[in-house]
């Protein structure tokens, strides 16, 4: 059977209730990828007696401790040569023709180097919503420089149809080009491992565009996805994960941020960033580390900085044009300019 020129890369932590079917449905693709590879970062529940299952067909790495979702994919990115990687969190489902439909039809040019597909949530039991509810249809910026999954939570009731270009993929299905990947990679890192987790796909996103690379949309390729970490469950998350989100904020800025962008956004941004800040005093204060991880992590995003800032495309200019779209209210979508007819809400976004 011919495979399509892809990678599958992994990274699982405690993952017991949701690997076997992630592996199930990635080993029933047709056409199969070239490679898959599982990278197990320390878990101490079932998850590595389930991967032992799949030893035979799946190249599986084992961690003695917790490295984190960015240097977990870079170790497993690393171990392949595939043209592309689909990056895949363990809770995701592919439907068999995933990667047909992601790859199918005209072939992206030269500086695509990502496409994503129409996520839909699942519940933990791996039900879908009734009705059926959108999980991503791509990464998207607000004003107050958050970044937002395009669509999660509105019904899948035919919006969002159309193929088009979008910011970027969310990491929990992204499809990327190892051209890409190596070209936007800085120090040798594709995903900054000082973010550990958390909003790590939307920094690789920004740099990209900052580099001229594209991202494409395309609505066919469905899948399924349980999004364990749900915006207004704050209280409910693990606090290393809040104050990693706090910290990861800042420093996609710090890397980033250019002229045009802070010009568009900067009453807005502060706005928002004095909740944060206010937030992590008064309400969060399992967060108030994040400032100080941050200030560690400084040094080395400046020195990122400096490397992206010396490499700016001639389009670099235009990104600003995807930093247009106003905070939505609490539960209300508002329509989207640069979507129509498609709406923005606000997804998993930690701060």
């Not at 996609?252 to 706005?271: D, I």
Request: aromatic fraction near 8%.
């Amino acid at each position: 059977m011919k495979q399509l020129p892809v990678a599958i890369t992994i990274v699982t932590h405690n993952s017991e209730w949701y690997i076997r079917p992630c592996l199930e449905a990635v080993l029933a693709l047709d056409p199969p990828p070239e490679e898959v590879v599982v990278v197990d970062n320390a878990s101490h529940d079932g998850t590595r007696s389930v991967l032992r299952e799949f030893g035979a067909k799946v190249r599986i790495v084992h961690n003695e401790r917790n490295t984190g979702f960015s240097a977990g994919q870079n170790q497993a990115i690393a171990m392949t040569r595939a043209g592309w990687v689909l990056t895949l969190n363990p809770d995701a489902l592919l439907p068999p023709e995933f990667l047909a439909r992601l790859l199918g039809g005209p072939a992206p040019d030269a500086r695509v180097g990502a496409l994503c597909g129409r996520s839909l949530s699942l519940r933990p039991d791996l039900s879908l919503d009734d009705p059926p509810r959108l999980d991503s249809t791509g990464i998207v910026f607000t004003r107050q420089l958050r970044h937002l999954d395009r669509g999660w939570g509105e019904p899948d009731d035919g919006r969002y149809e159309h193929p088009c270009e979008v910011f970027g993929a969310s990491a929990a299905a992204a499809l990327y080009r190892r051209r890409m990947i190596e070209d936007v990679s800085v120090e040798g890192q594709f995903f900054d491992e000082s973010f550990f987790a958390y909003r790590e796909d939307a920094d690789v996103a920004w740099r990209a565009q900052l580099l001229g690379w594209r991202c494409l949309y395309r609505p066919k390729a469905r899948l399924l996805h349980v999004r364990r970490l749900r915006p207004g469950g704050r209280r409910r998350n693990p606090a290393a994960v809040n104050m990693h989100s706090v910290k990861n904020r800042f420093l996609m800025r710090v890397k980033n941020l250019t002229w045009p962008v802070w010009r568009r956004c900067w009453a807005a941004a502060l706005a928002r960033d004095a909740v944060v800040v206010g937030g992590c005093l008064l309400v969060e204060q399992s967060s108030l580390p994040a400032f100080w991880h941050l200030l560690r992590a400084l040094p080395g995003a400046l020195r990122q900085r400096r490397a992206i800032m010396a490499r700016l495309s001639p389009e670099a200019a235009g990104v600003a044009r995807w930093f247009g779209e106003d905070e939505p209210e609490a539960g209300r979508p508002h329509a989207s300019k640069k979507f129509a007819p498609a709406v923005v809400h606000p997804g998993p976004e930690g701060s």
